[in-house]
């Protein structure tokens, strides 16, 4: 398996330092990917799902930024807008691009692949909607959750010391959301306790988000 990457972005953050990157593994290689090549689309539009937390919008953003506006259109939280709407931004693209882009990414927060998520009443959208490419983020393996803890103690400018994401990712829920959590926690006991963060801290972290250490392999 190849290790895991990152994309530098030059947005800011709210949190304590730090400017944000994309943490590139198995999880969302594919979608950066394709998000490269808009020209390339089935109708020139892409539907991009994944779990919460999971960098969706970043991407988008990324994509964007990497291809211009004019170029890439993007609808964040598509699944509340309007279908009648959407449905005809979709037309728009077919007819030689919309106002806001030639290529269309939507992203749809609800998790389209449980099969309850992105739910479509309109039937012409679904089918275009259908479609479109679909690009889905997953969950991050083991080399994606280690740099993941550490690209959000850098975006918190939180220092770890060595050995830090080797005692934690299996200690840990493999979520997007779950990591961001244990990272927030142990930012937030190091800065009530006023001390470095390290394995007193990353344990009591661990403690607060998922119960005594016996119970928690995962």
């Known amino acids: 398996m190849a290790e895991p990457s990152q994309i530098a972005l030059p947005l800011a953050v ?31 539009v892409a539907v991009l799902t994944g779990p919460p937390q999971s960098g969706k919008s970043l991407l988008a953003r990324w994509a964007q930024g990497l291809h211009g506006a004019d170029r890439l259109a993007v609808i964040d939280g598509a699944e509340a807008m309007d279908e009648t709407a959407l449905f005809h931004r979709w037309n728009a693209v077919q007819q030689g691009g919309s106002e806001e882009g030639k290529a269309l990414l939507l992203i749809a927060n609800a998790d389209a692949a449980d099969g309850h998520g992105w739910r479509i009443t309109l039937p012409d959208l679904a089918s275009r909607i259908g479609g479109s490419l679909q690009l889905e983020i997953g969950p991050p393996d083991d080399a994606m959750a280690a740099d993941l803890i550490l690209a959000h103690a850098e975006a918190r400018g939180l220092s770890l010391p060595d050995g830090a994401a080797d005692y934690l990712v299996p200690r840990t829920e493999r979520s997007h959301a779950a990591i961001a959590a244990l990272v927030a926690a142990i930012d937030r006991i190091s800065l009530e306790r006023q001390t470095p ?21 995962f």
């Open 14 to 44: 709210h949190a304590r330092g730090g400017a944000q990157r994309i943490v590139v593994g198995d999880a969302n290689a594919a979608v950066i990917e394709a998000l490269q090549v808009p020209e390339r689309w089935p109708f020139h």
């Open 197 to 217: 963060a390290t394995m007193s801290v990353w344990r009591a972290a661990l403690e607060a988000l998922h119960g005594p250490e016996q119970q928690r392999l």
